[in-house]
Nanobody, 127 residues
């Protein structure tokens, strides 16, 4: 129900774009988030976007380098990753969360919660 794509290998300073397309979800109006998990580390929050795409927030280390976006509520969510660093190397996951409003959805994402998850995508950044 969540199809993630993109990723791959890139040299430091390069760019990649991930996408996350939802289909067949048993609910509407959800926030979408991206997480990542580096080898030997816990899963971390990366970025989130509201249902309509008007509100976003980012983990501090990716601010100014990553952009989460969607054209409208029915379109896939994209994570444009620029100025990539070796420390961005990880498996990236997208997820969607329900909630009564954006604030509840954002709080759930910040707590690393997700109702549905896409498959992990490897992103490797070489120095």
């Amino acid at each position: 129900q969540l199809q993630a794509s993109g990723g791959g290998w890139v040299q430091a300073g390069g760019s990649l774009r991930l996408s996350c397309a939802a289909s067949g979800l048993p609910f509407s109006s959800y926030a979408t988030g991206w997480f990542r998990q580096a080898p030997g580390k816990e899963r971390d929050f990366v970025a989130a976007i509201s249902w309509g795409g008007g509100t976003t927030y980012y983990e501090d280390s990716v601010k100014g380098r990553f952009t989460i976006s969607r054209d409208n509520a029915e379109d896939p969510v994209y994570l444009q990753m620029n100025s990539l660093k070796p420390e961005d190397t990880a498996v990236y996951y997208c997820t969607v969360v329900r909630g009564s409003d954006w604030y509840e959805q954002a709080a759930r994402l910040a707590a690393l919660e997700g109702d549905y998850w896409g498959q992990g995508i490897q992103v490797t950044v070489s120095s």
